[in-house]
């Protein structure tokens, strides 16, 4: 198991930025495929985007493509979300998930990730 910790999470207006962080420990970090997940009230988890363990390869629901940047830093074993041109339809907790040790391909499946992280909250106004 990895310890997943995000931040980075707050209100934005429509149009504004923010990045969300996610802070692993444990070992193998770069052998694991990392991915953000979202779950507004009401409505089931979402994939938004998913990075390999060596970052080489990135992907992205098409509701974000274009305005959401993922990346990871496997040395100091971080990945960030840069949320760019939000919406209101953004708001959701937003999740940190990372795949088993070994597993290092991107997927669009929260049952492909085996650690979580807690949550963060994303509030877009309009």
């Known amino acids: 198991q990895v310890q997943l910790v995000e931040s980075g999470g707050g209100l934005v207006q429509a149009g504004g930025s923010l990045r969300l962080s996610c802070a692993a420990s444990?070992?193998?970090?770069?052998?694991?495929?990392m991915g953000w997940f979202r779950q507004a009230p009401g409505k089931e988890r979402e994939f938004v985007a998913a990075?390999?363990?060596?970052?080489?390869?990135?992907d992205y629901a098409d509701s974000v493509k274009g305005r959401f940047t993922i990346s990871r830093d496997n040395a100091r074993k971080t990945v960030a979300l840069q949320m760019n041109s939000l919406k209101p339809e953004d708001t959701a907790v937003y999740y940190c998930?990372?795949?088993?040790?070994?597993?290092?391909?991107?997927?669009?499946?929260?049952?492909?990730?085996?650690?979580w992280g807690q949550g963060t909250q994303v509030t877009v106004s309009s």
């Open positions: 998930a990372a795949r088993p040790i070994g597993y290092g391909a991107t997927s669009y499946q929260s049952t492909d990730f085996g650690s």
């Open positions: 444990g070992r193998a970090f770069s052998s694991r495929a």
């Open positions: 990075i390999t363990g060596s970052g080489a390869g990135t």
